[in-house]
């Protein structure tokens, strides 16, 4: 009985020693990853088992022989023990990592549907408002002149026609924040959809006194994307610098080709620049930027940028920001587009470039 009670407290020690030694271990690794105390919380289960069998062994005096053999035994158990729970460490650190990044994504979303709510609340008050005072002023006759009552219609009208916008707008961007667009890829010449949409600007451009000017004329890329929606985003873009560019300014679309194939646009203008701390967010849903930035004929929507990015994203592209000479400028990268086996599209093919507005 003494032997037992000895050899009892023998183990107990020593695998209280490697406990001990663990803990400091764990205590110094405090703010490292899950995977890495899951590892030392490991080790510290099979030292401590190892420490008490070999120590036990050894008091008892066990032939050479045998302490190998059970050396062995111990070694390979661990062994396996130690690579089954390495491996499920990195599985639960993962799991982990990811739970937590989905709840901040969750938590994000939420707050941007939070956000995007309350905008909405705000911008579809005041011209309901509006509309319901002057179709009430319409039926009661209060108005009956028939130039006031013209204006009426047509002020009614135009507040229809920007509300029917914004409920378009906000139906393209649930699409893609649900990850539900369906694009049908082909090789995209940019030169024709910049054309067609500077042709669609025009006439707003000209409202404003601003001139719209495409370089270069001919050698536009091809790249691959979906018509439909790269001719939204370049339509958006071209319509934002418009909005935001005072009268006789000037708004001018590049594009042209990397080392790597791909093909770029971007789209410059005469603003007067964007403040450094509003760059970061002018792709975020519903941001106008400063006043220094807000025209004084009116704001916008605030989801045209929201939506440029979500559609060239979806698209495998980058879009970014940055202020230049007088003004910004956006620039939109796209992958490059592929003919025959894989190989990029000539540069400029498709029509003829955009000529300037």
Known sequence: MPDVLRTFALALTVSLFVAVIGLVVLRALRGRSVTAHIVVILFITV??????????????????????????????AATVSLAVG????????????????ARERERTAEARR??????????????LAGLRAMAEALDDGVVDDPETVAEYHRRIS??????????????ELSRINAGALRLAFADVPLGELVS??????????????????????TGWPVVRGS???????????????????PPDGTV?????????????????????????????????????????RTPARGAGGGLGLAIVQGLVEAQHGSVAASNVGEGCRFIVRLPSALMGEGRPARAGAGRPGPAAA
């Open 86 to 101: 390495l491996w499920a460490a990195r599985r639960l650190a993962r799991a982990s990592m990811w739970a937590v990044e």
């Open 252 to 292: 001018t679309v590049t594009g042209g080709q990397d080392d790597d194939g791909g093909g770029w646009l971007a789209v410059s203008d005469t603003c007067g620049g964007i403040p450094d701390a509003d760059l970061p967010r002018v792709f975020d849903v519903a941001f106008r930027g400063t006043p220094a």
């Open 158 to 171: 135009a507040e229809a026609d920007r509300m029917a916008g914004l409920v378009d707008d906000l139906f």
């Open 47 to 76: 030292l401590s088992v190892l420490a008490g069998i070999v120590s036990s062994a050894l008091a008892m005096f066990i032939s050479d022989h045998d302490l190998d053999v059970l050396l062995i035994v111990v070694g390979t």
């Open 227 to 245: 018509v439909p929606e790269l001719s939204r985003v370049v339509d958006n873009l071209i319509r934002n610098a418009i909005h935001y560019t």
């Open 114 to 127: 939070r956000e995007l709510v309350a905008w909405v609340s705000h911008d579809l008050r005041t011209p």
């Open 196 to 217: 067609d949409a500077i042709a669609s600007a025009s006439p707003l451009a000209a409202a404003e006194r601003i001139s719209i000017v495409a370089e270069p004329t």
